[in-house]
């Protein structure tokens, strides 16, 4: 009984997130927010994990509270747990990102360019 009343409020928490959330819709103006981004993703590695060239992909952003997360297509691994500051005119970086290393995301694109522990991530991508 418990475990169904979980998924029943995991499925209306999910179904409350996507149904709130426009294309129209800031990333930055919502508490919780879910959407795709589609265009060219790729990943390298120097662990025992298999590199993934550039190719099309779709890269799914979830937001709570002031907590990103980038769930990539293509067998590409999440960045997880990601916080952001505002530069510019609604345009958001990632707390700690460089010109070398960051995740920049606004109403209608993604650019991803993430370095972390020997693993980096590229995205540029344009919400569906």
Known sequence: MKTTIK?????CIALFTF???SKDDDPADNIL????????ISFTTT??????PISEGTVTVTKVGDTYNFAFSNGIPNINGIEFEQRG???YWNIGGSTASYIQIDADNLTIAYVQDGDAWTANCSRD
């Open 89 to 91: 005119d609604n345009t």
């Open 19 to 21: 149904a709130s959330c």
């Open 33 to 40: 927010f879910a959407d795709k981004y589609r265009g060219n």
């Open 7 to 11: 998924m029943l409020s995991f499925l």
């Open 47 to 52: 662990s025992e994990q298999e590199n993934v």
